[in-house]
C-alpha cells in the first residue's frame, strides 16, 4: 500500500491544554464542544476552497501559461493558495474566513494567476458534504471514544463500547490510537500539507544519510502516558513506520533550526521539489504561527477526495 503523507503545523498549546486532558477524562462530556464547532466550519471552509481549486484545474488545461500547479495548490497547499509570499498568512486568512464568504478569497487566489482567468473558473459542483450535524460527529467520535476508555480505565473496567454497539480492550485502545486520531483533530483546526509517497522528511534524510533534529511525537501523548502508567504503551519512533502513523516531530522553540537544517540540505535529498517546497512551507507556517511540526501518513486522500 502507497502512503498518503502530510506534513503538520501542531498547536501543542491546544493538545496539552484542552484535547489531552479531555481524553484523559477530565472536565465535561461536552467540554470540546467549541472545538468540534469549529472544526465544522474549518472543513466546510477547506470544502468550497478546493471547488475553486479543481475548478481552477479545469479551467488552467486549456491555457498556457498560467501558473498553476496541481500538486501544489490542489493536492498540496491547504484551502487553495496561490503565490510566493508569506502562505502562512493566507492560512491566517482562510482561517479566519466563514464558509458562506470562501468565493472572494478564492477569487483573489485566482486573480494571483492571471486577472483574465477569474470570469473563466467556476467551482467544481460535484462533491457534497454531510451536514453539520454528520460532519460534527464524525470529527469527535474518535476523541470520545479514546476518552470512554480513560473513563473505563479509571471505573476499573476492561472494555469500551462504542455508540455502534463494538467493544474493545480499553488498555490496548488508549496506548495505541492517540496520537494518529489526536493529530487528525488537530488537522481540522490547522490543516496541513498534503503529499504522496516516501515523501516525509525524516525518510528522505535517513536515505540521504543526513542528520535531522526531529524527536518521537511524545507530546502528543505525554500527559496521559504520566496519568496511565501501567499501560503498555508503545514507544513511539522519530520517523514514519507504516501507514495510519504519526512520525517525526519538532517541538515549537526548535522549528525554526530544524527548516534551516533541512534547506541546508535540500541538494541531497532525493524529492521532487515541489515536495520538499510543501515540506518548507508547512515548517514556515508552523513557525509562524508557534506551533511544533510533524509528519503524518493517511490524514488525508486525494483518492479518497479527503483533501485538505
Keep these: 500500500m502507497g502512503y498518503d503523507t502530510s ?15 479531555y481524553i484523559a477524562g477530565h472536565g465535561d462530556a461536552d467540554g470540546i464542544d467549541d472545538l468540534i464547532a469549529r472544526a465544522v466550519e474549518i472543513r466546510k471552509t477547506r470544502f468550497r476552497a478546493k471547488a475553486w481549486a479543481l475548478g481552477t484545474l479545469q479551467a488552467a488545461r486549456d491555457l498556457d501559461g498560467v501558473g498553476f500547479d496541481p500538486a501544489l495548490h490542489v493536492w498540496g497547499r491547504p484551502f487553495f493558495i496561490v503565490g510566493d509570499g508569506a502562505v502562512a498568512d493566507d492560512v491566517r486568512r482562510y482561517l479566519a474566513t466563514p464558509s458562506g464568504e470562501v468565493d472572494a478569497l478564492a477569487r483573489e487566489m485566482i486573480g494571483r494567476l492571471d486577472p483574465a482567468l477569474v470570469s473563466r473558473v467556476t467551482p467544481d459542483e460535484g462533491g457534497r458534504l454531510p451536514g453539520d450535524e454528520r460532519l460534527a460527529t464524525g470529527m469527535s467520535m474518535p476523541l470520545r471514544i479514546l476518552r470512554g476508555a480513560a473513563l ?3 471505573a476499573g473496567e476492561r472494555t469500551v463500547r462504542t455508540p455502534d454497539g463494538r467493544e474493545f ?8 490510537e492517540v496520537p494518529f486520531n489526536l493529530l487528525t483533530f488537530a488537522a481540522a483546526l490547522l490543516p496541513g500539507w498534503m503529499s504522496r509517497g516516501r515523501t516525509w522528511p525524516t525518510g528522505l534524510c535517513a536515505d540521504a544519510g543526513v542528520a535531522e533534529g526531529f524527536d518521537s511525537p511524545a507530546e502528543l501523548t505525554g500527559p496521559l502516558r504520566a ?8 514507544l513511539p519512533a522519530a520517523t514514519i513506520t ?14 525554526v533550526a530544524e527548516r534551516a537544517r533541512l534547506a541546508g540540505h535540500r541538494d541531497r ?3 521532487d521539489a515541489t515536495e520538499l517546497r510543501k515540506i518548507d512551507e508547512a515548517m514556515g507556517t508552523a513557525a509562524a504561527f508557534g506551533a511544533a511540526f510533524c509528519e503524518a501518513t493517511e490524514i488525508y486522500s486525494g483518492m479518497e477526495g479527503e483533501l485538505n
Aim: aromatic share 8%; hydrophobic share 50%; proline share 10%.
Design 7 to 21: 506534513f503538520h503545523p501542531v498547536d501543542t498549546a491546544l493538545v496539552e491544554g484542552r484535547l489531552l486532558p
Design 242 to 255: 507504516g501507514n495510519y502513523t504519526v512520525g517525526g516531530m519538532v517541538a515549537a522553540p526548535d522549528v
Design 227 to 234: 496519568q496511565f502508567p501501567d499501560l503498555d504503551w508503545p
Design 152 to 154: 473505563a480505565l479509571r
Design 269 to 271: 535529498l532525493d524529492c
Design 169 to 176: 480492550e480499553a488498555a490496548e485502545l488508549l496506548a495505541a
